[in-house]
């Protein structure tokens, strides 16, 4: 990902500061954007937390939430709810709109196991 396509992220992400911190770390294999929930989104018990990450070796990003839950010491515990990995060619766009859909809660449909197609 190219500093401008991070740059585009980053503005995009903007627009949500009143909902989510963020945490941005960067080496050189690797892109990672932090989004902590303020507080729950919509009807959501918990807040949650939203990992994108990108590396830089191989054409691949990967989205990620967790709920946050707090033990009886206060220490957070993180609960996978929703993770996708893209491979190949994407643009910026791609990762916008995942991400966008996140935030506005595609990562709470869950498909009940007895469903039938």
């Not at 503005?11 to 941005?24: G, M, R, S």
């Not at 954007?33 to 507080?39: A, D, S, V, W």
């Amino acid at each position: 990902m190219t500093r401008d396509k991070i740059k585009t992220l980053l503005n995009i992400i903007e627009k949500f500061n009143n909902i989510f911190l963020e945490d941005i770390k960067n080496n050189e294999n690797k892109f990672k954007i932090i989004l902590r929930e303020k507080k729950p989104y919509s009807k959501r018990k918990y807040p949650r937390r939203i990992i994108i990450s990108n590396s830089y070796k191989t054409k691949t990003y990967s989205i990620s939430t967790y709920e946050i839950h707090k033990n009886k010491n206060d220490e957070e515990k993180y609960l996978g709810i929703y993770n996708v990995k893209v491979e190949g060619n994407y643009d910026i766009k791609t990762i916008a709109n995942d991400l966008k859909e996140i935030i506005h809660g595609k990562d709470e449909i869950k498909i009940r196991p007895n469903f039938t197609f």
